[in-house]
């Protein structure tokens, strides 16, 4: 069994970031006394310092109204990649050859070959594909091939 991975607080993170901007101990000392390993506490005094500075900006809201539009863009882009998700597994219940069939010649109204292909899970080699005819002397020398197998299948 998997031993669980601690949550801190952000609380307790800025207690022992603000003890390690002090510099009265080593990092290693605080490490000991929190019971935390030692990288975590510089990671959190260097998120301290570099975020600080949003502390002082102001309550203009310029924050606020930046993150809420990274919000709504990656609520956007989440909606899509369900609909992308969706469509990748409709397509790849139906047979090879109907969803070749799928692929349009690519316009400016239509994704990419490279797009159709990889949302339709066919590899774009397989649309420039021509299979090419047995040429006679190789389906001797397979016939051969058999026929010495089926005379010694030990020879492997």
Not at 105 to 117: M, N, V
Request: aromatic letters at 8%.
């Amino acid at each position: 069994m998997s031993k669980k991975r601690r949550q801190y607080s952000s609380e307790f993170k800025a207690k022992v970031a603000l003890a390690a901007l002090k510099g009265d101990e080593t990092t290693s000392a605080l490490a000991a006394r929190f019971e935390v390993h030692p990288s975590m506490v510089s990671q959190w005094k260097r998120e301290l310092l570099d975020n600080a500075a949003g502390l002082f900006e102001g309550s203009s809201g310029k924050a606020a109204q930046k993150s809420q539009e990274e919000i709504d863009t990656l609520y956007r882009e989440r909606q899509a990649d369900g609909r992308t998700r969706f469509f990748i597994t409709q397509t790849r219940a139906l047979s090879r050859a109907q969803r070749l069939a799928m692929i349009e010649p690519p316009s400016s109204a239509t994704p990419s070959l490279r797009r159709q292909c990889q949302l339709l899970g066919i590899s774009r080699s397989s649309l420039y594909y021509q299979q090419r005819e047995w040429m006679a002397e190789d389906l001797v020398l397979m016939r051969l091939i058999d026929e010495q197998h089926l005379l010694t299948p030990v020879y492997g």
